[in-house]
């Protein structure tokens, strides 16, 4: 018995020296990665210390380098524009976020992609943290572009905020071809691709190149739309929402059953909120031009 239990012990001191040699092997590694990447460090600090010192920070000019910022232009506060002071120029220009809409049909959420707009991105979320789309309804549909515009203070396409920004993202090409393709013998110009997706939640436009507040829903493929509307960012949840408004069809003032109108069932935003999530990296937007009266609602034929 007495030699069991010494070959016992012995043994359990094997595996005990063994696991004491690991955990020793363990910590010479964790010691010289810890000093290679001190080292590194060091060597990083150093380089963009003497590159600083010599001027590589100031560009060809021995200008400073001038970070992407948004150029938000104040508009005249007349019928149908509010005034919501502006939004920060310095704002995230990488990311995702989500955009969770209130109705009183249920939610419908969103990624809105900070990369391909993020003045669109923190337009948005500068009138959501207001109040601004509260209460507002989704007061056009457009059966032939498959457009639910929505997020109008007075119900219209008047509605916008108190600045407009320059377009951003738009898509440069076509995803497929439009469904009805246009008359082509009727309309030569007409443009016969898609460049919008299902799904795509877009910002209407006050004028050429200058985006206004309202949001656009793309609820089926093969809109006709033309590619002159930034596009925030794509619907991950309550599209059927979306959907069974715009198969409730569109009226118009008298509520005959029209193609492009108000949509007879209501859907009405009670809140919007936006939060952040992930990051990428981003472009900048482009110069706006001058602002005009309203917001315009999406047409077969032009931007605005």
């Not at 030569?188 to 829903?217: R, W």
């Not at 930034?230 to 569109?250: F, P």
């Amino acid at each position: 018995m007495a030699s069991k239990s010494n070959r016992a012990r012995q043994l359990e001191r094997a595996r005990a020296e063994r696991r004491m040699a690991r955990l020793a092997a363990q910590q010479r590694r964790r010691r010289r990665v810890q000093a290679a990447i001190g080292g590194a460090l060091a060597l990083v600090v150093l380089g963009l210390g003497t590159t600083w010192l010599l001027g590589g920070f100031s560009g060809s000019s021995g200008e400073s380098v001038t970070l992407p910022t948004c150029t938000w232009t104040p508009r005249d506060i007349t019928t149908g524009v509010e005034d919501t002071g502006l939004p920060p120029t310095d704002v995230p220009t990488e990311g995702v976020q989500n955009l969770v809409i209130s109705t009183n049909l249920g939610e419908i959420r969103a990624i809105i992609d900070v990369h391909s707009a993020f003045c669109g991105a923190a337009s948005v979320g500068f009138l959501a943290g207001s109040g601004f789309y509260n209460g507002t309804k989704c007061h056009a549909l457009d059966t032939t572009l498959y457009v639910l515009t929505c997020g109008s203070k007075t119900g219209d396409s008047t509605s916008s905020p108190g600045y407009q920004f320059p377009n951003e993202g738009l898509p440069r090409q076509p995803l497929g071809t439009a469904s009805p393709a246009p008359d082509v013998s009727a309309t030569p110009d007409a443009d016969p691709n898609s460049y919008y997706a299902k799904g795509a939640v877009l910002l209407s436009n006050i004028d050429v190149n200058a985006t206004g507040s309202q949001l656009i829903f793309v609820y089926q493929d093969g809109t006709a739309l033309p590619p002159d509307y930034t596009q925030i960012g794509e619907v991950s949840t309550g599209l059927d929402l979306i959907q069974k408004i715009a198969d409730g069809g569109a009226v118009n003032t008298d509520g005959a059953a029209v193609s492009v109108g108000a949509p007879k069932l209501d859907l009405t935003f009670s809140s919007v909120q936006v939060s952040d999530e992930l990051s990428t990296e981003l472009p900048s937007g482009e110069p706006p031009t001058s602002p005009a009266s309203g917001e315009a609602t999406p047409t077969t034929t032009g931007g605005s």
